[in-house]
């Protein structure tokens, strides 16, 4: 029988999920400069993302907690992926040239990007993230890193005996609320990156949907946050990562509350 404990984590991913379907179709509009994509490449990142999730949801019901922590780390290296091509397309591709290859080979199929670790390097090495890092420096994501690995790789006896719920380990319930929080704050590390990157990204619709229809956008509405991103940022970042919101606020010129 899954525990309340199962119940609630399966909920909150679910939520995670959601906020994720829902950021994949407003950044669809978003075409990145440098490749030939029709649709903006976080469109497949989050609605994939989004997907994970689902998936760790059910893992947790079940009782797999090394299941959903090798999921936790596919997370993990999607937020890398994702947060290495909007770094290298910022600084290399300009309108008007050529597709980028490194890029562009890997959206065809012929490239592939370089191994995590190099994109890991390359992530922590960009000066355009330094306003989030010291907010994000609350967190431990070199453990996060660590236990994802434990588990991916069943490196103690104790990571095979949680992905079976019928098996009766004092220690499931304390794993289940690291994996929780664990999830959480790589999602944290995501959406830090990909605002100050893009403050775009968290828009309303209002200002798209105007032009649209061929009218004029109201004064200021391309700096007005989805309520859905203002919502979750409130709720579900803010109180893990204080602060983050007003570095975003002031990183973007995006009316963030709070």
């Known amino acids: 029988m899954e525990s309340q404990a199962a119940q609630s984590m399966a909920a909150n991913f679910k939520a995670y999920a959601e906020f994720y379907d829902n950021l994949s179709f407003g950044v669809m509009s978003f075409i990145p400069v440098g490749t030939r994509s029709i649709l903006s490449l976080d469109t497949y990142l989050m609605s994939s993302m989004a997907s994970t999730l689902k998936s760790m949801a059910m893992l947790v019901t079940a009782g797999?907690?090394?299941?959903?922590y090798a999921l936790a780390r596919k997370l993990?290296?999607?937020?890398?992926?994702?947060?290495?091509?909007?770094l290298y397309l910022s600084k290399n591709a300009e309108p008007g040239k050529p597709p980028l290859e490194h890029i562009d080979g890997w959206i065809t199929g012929t490239k592939a990007l370089p191994r995590t670790g190099v994109i890991a390097k390359y992530v922590d090495a960009a000066v355009e993230l330094a306003p989030v890092r010291p907010c994000l420096?609350?967190?431990?994501?070199?453990?996060?890193?660590?236990?994802?690995?434990?588990h991916t790789h069943h490196n103690f006896l104790?990571?095979?005996?949680?992905?079976?719920g019928r098996v009766r380990i004092k220690s499931r319930e304390q794993w289940m609320a690291q994996l929780g929080s664990d999830t959480l704050d790589i999602i944290v590390?995501?959406?830090?990156y990909t605002f100050c990157l893009g403050g775009h990204n968290m828009m309303s619709s209002d200002y798209t949907d105007a032009l649209d229809v061929g009218m004029t956008p109201e004064y200021g509405s391309e700096d007005w946050?989805?309520?859905?991103?203002q919502s979750f940022l409130t709720d579900r970042v803010e109180p893990r990562c204080p602060g983050l919101i007003a570095v975003l606020r002031e990183e973007t010129g995006m009316e963030l509350e709070g």
Not at 64 to 68: F, I, K, P, R, V
Not at 140 to 149: T, V
Not at 158 to 164: A, G, K
């Open 64 to 68: 797999s907690l090394n299941d959903a």
């Open 76 to 86: 993990y290296d999607a937020a890398l992926v994702g947060t290495y091509i909007a």
């Open 137 to 150: 420096g609350q967190l431990d994501y070199a453990g996060i890193r660590e236990r994802c690995n434990d």
């Open 158 to 164: 104790t990571h095979l005996m949680l992905n079976d």
């Open 189 to 192: 590390l995501h959406l830090a």
């Open 225 to 229: 946050v989805a309520p859905y991103v």
